[in-house]
């Protein structure tokens, strides 16, 4: 079963609304451009319905997640920008930060393992970020950003736990919505649940009866564990490709929006993953990183028994390293 | 050297005007959605110049081809659309025929070779093309194509040297020039010359003082060469990466078109494709087959010493094998 079973609506209000999205966007419109959206009449008629492609692996720094740390770092004081912002991760969100830091004329420190890729390393610098090195055997990084954050006066900018992070990347389905009309469904790659949170504040309120999926790859299904036992499940650090989306627990933000936004769960082996990468490359001629493709690795395995409906996919981005790549040749 | 000497401009006036172009995409426009236009700042950085990406490896049958058959085909009468079209080649033209024919309701035969990969045939078969195969080493597929068409009344759809071909190629530039403004280079890759002919005709109207450049592999140098004698000169079959532009001399229309409209044509090795593809795969996120890199391929390896200027780029296809990707990985 693919699906997680439906759970309680919570009646909890939240403490975010589409106003806050669409603020967000206002806020982070000068400094990026929207991405475009892609149509495949071949992958339509593989999975029979009509598809929308977001192309956030064309988005500053190949993924979504520039949008919320711009969101985060634009509201930020005076003397909290001059003392500069921290983040811990190897990853896009890392990526995300360095760029808006360096849009906005910030300082930013960025806490990776000291085995992390020499491309990465590279990138991040080129950011013009300040790198502090951790072993991953012996040390916490959540725990060093929070000691850096303390000793330097620094700002932490969480990944995804955070309704201003959340909004940031909601402006990703709003502009979506502005290049599609009546969507029927809605998918989207689920790894800590920012991107999801955001993007289903906006699909829900935007069309009431929309129906919005998360996927996950197999192994790393914590939201899908979580929404059926209606409490935050937590997991082992998941074996899977998709480097992104390998958190072992629900945020407690993404968790009150997504059980009240999300009609269910999908999930995707990486066989699945490394297929529907494969269709990204050679017929829509575009590089998707792993946890990039899960929404589309959804349909073409044919995880949801949907026909002619219009169905709209965000993949979220293209930092693949080149190994990874081959496999998928 | 890199860049053909100055050459006599013809004083010839030419049977194709920016009217005719902009004739083209008003009948080509309902079927097919403009390209998106992608830029980079680690590219910008590296090169030391603004550039703008013209993403034809997004358009239907993923690469230009289908602007100009599309418009040649909405201009045959009612009797020669319904005995049909027949094209010759295992290539991008042969995709964009038989595309453009599909979506017009309109039969369409492709002469292709017997051992064109499996893949090529599928997607020409898939779009609902007949295909009459040829022996390569035994038969001339021109001859083939040209008593198919008399045989069966069909219409043949020339690959480039065609006044409403280069039309419907010229719509790229149009595209482009709506999407960004103040050019000062433009770069085109050079074939046969048909979309080389209908961007610079574009270009040279919209801004007569823009630098136009047309792109040739190293080995398949016909343009240069004949632009260097003033008159068209044949080369043997080219050995290069770019099979979209292996042809072994100038069309009549697109060198009357080229030896007016353009600055100069710039020659780039295999190897410097391969880098060009590269980058694009890994930086950019995206395929772009070998003839598609050509113009990036160019400025990455510094064919020209320009510095601080607006510099368009098409990327003219994506359709490339997985052979050749393996190889720029």
Request: charge should be neutral; aromatic fraction near 6%.
């Amino acid at each position: 079963m693919t699906v997680s079973p439906p759970f309680t609506n919570s009646p909890a209000p939240l403490p975010l609304t589409i106003r806050d999205i669409e603020a967000a966007a206002n806020r982070i419109t000068p400094f990026l451009q929207p991405t475009p959206l892609f149509t495949s009449r071949t992958f339509d008629q593989i999975v029979h319905n009509q598809c929308f492609f977001k192309g956030e692996h064309y988005q500053r720094g190949g993924s979504f997640k520039v949008r919320g740390a711009m969101n985060r770092i634009l509201q930020l004081g005076t003397g909290e920008r001059e003392r500069g912002v921290v983040a811990f991760s190897s990853g896009n969100h890392s990526q995300g930060v360095a760029i808006a830091a360096k849009t906005l004329g910030i300082p930013a420190t960025i806490v990776m393992p000291n085995d992390a890729p020499q491309a990465k390393r590279q990138a991040t610098l080129g950011y013009g970020a300040e790198i502090v090195d951790y072993d991953r055997q012996q040390q916490d990084r959540e725990a060093i950003a929070q000691e850096l954050a303390r000793e330097r006066g620094l700002t932490l900018i969480p990944p995804y736990d955070d309704w201003q992070i959340i909004a940031g990347q909601g402006t990703v389905a709003l502009e979506l919505f502005q290049q599609v009309a009546d969507l029927d469904v809605l998918m989207v790659p689920l790894g800590g649940g920012g991107l999801l949170s955001g993007c289903s504040m906006v699909a829900r309120t935007v069309n009431p009866t929309i129906t919005i999926y998360g996927v996950e790859p197999e192994t790393g299904d914590d939201f899908y564990q979580s929404l059926q036992k209606g409490e935050r499940v937590r997991i082992p650090v998941p074996d899977t490709i998709a480097d992104g989306i390998r958190t072992t627990y629900p945020g407690v933000c993404t968790f009150a929006v997504i059980r009240q936004m999300v009609d269910g769960v999908l999930l995707v082996s990486d066989a699945e993953i490394l297929q529907a990468m494969r269709f990204l490359l050679y017929r829509m001629k575009m590089v998707v990183e792993p946890t990039g493709a899960v929404a589309v690795a959804a349909l073409l395995s044919h995880k949801l028994a949907i026909q002619g409906k219009r169905v709209g996919l965000v993949l979220s981005g293209g930092n693949v390293d080149a190994e990874i790549l081959a496999q998928a040749l």
